[in-house]
């Protein structure tokens, strides 16, 4: 079965911080993305990819930085953490388009910006 | 601008009967329409999925009904247990986008 794994699960950070969620899938899937879920907003995108060295802006792209350095890893950057970034971020990976259409998801890392 | 809506915020129903989960879309391109369930503390996972060109498809206790003309589709959960309750998200996506399209989430309680 596929397999996305997220690290930390945890994360208490301080403002103005550099905070670093990792991501790694072993489904060889050319797509990763990096959502943030919070109350009341849903799912929304922050960044994606479509492929080692690739990393395309999603719909919440402020704040953030994203970097893809191997087929297996996509990491999320944040470079100076803000408590507005406190939130759930979910990595996921899949090859949406065509006939591949199914995102997997890790299990989350809860992120507390104090 | 909520490209994908779903109704109600919640729902709370008792154990046995069927749960109707609403979703509604506005862009003509979107010919993938996805269900993820997610239980607390985990990552949202696939439940059931439609194609466009079918005005329905069935899993199980798990029914997708869709109405392209309307751009709207349901998730009927048959015979609801307690262990249905979850929060379901519907998605979408098509076109030339590679992204999937999320709603903001509909929490169900089974009440047993």
């Known amino acids: 079965e596929a397999a996305v794994t997220q690290s930390p699960r945890n994360k208490v950070a301080v403002t103005g911080g550099k905070v670093t969620l990792s991501c790694n899938q072993t489904n060889n899937h050319n797509n990763m993305y990096w959502y943030r879920q919070d109350t009341g907003h849903g799912l929304r995108l922050i960044h994606y990819s479509y492929g080692a060295g690739s990393t395309e802006k999603g719909d919440i792209p402020d704040g953030y930085k994203a970097s893809r350095p191997s087929q297996e890893n996509f990491s999320l950057i944040l470079e100076l953490a803000t408590p507005s970034q406190t939130s759930v971020y979910f990595c996921a990976s899949g090859d949406v388009g065509g006939s591949q259409n199914t995102l997997y998801f890790g299990a989350g890392t809860r992120l507390s910006v104090l | 601008q909520q490209q994908v809506r779903q109704s109600p915020q919640s729902l709370t129903v008792w154990e046995g009967e069927t749960a109707i989960l609403n979703c509604s879309y506005e862009n003509s391109a979107f010919d993938y329409f996805p269900w993820y369930q997610q239980f607390p503390g985990e990552g949202p996972a696939l439940l059931i999925s439609?194609?466009?060109?079918?005005n329905k498809k069935e899993d199980g206790r798990f029914t997708i009904f869709f109405n392209k003309r309307e751009k709207k589709l349901s998730l009927h959960i048959a015979d609801s247990q307690p262990g249905d309750s979850a929060t379901y998200f519907c998605?979408?996506?098509?076109?030339?986008?590679?992204?999937?399209?999320f709603g903001l989430g509909t929490t169900l309680q089974v009440q047993p």
């Open positions: 439609i194609l466009s060109v079918s």
């Open positions: 998605a979408a996506t098509g076109g030339n986008t590679r992204k999937l399209i």
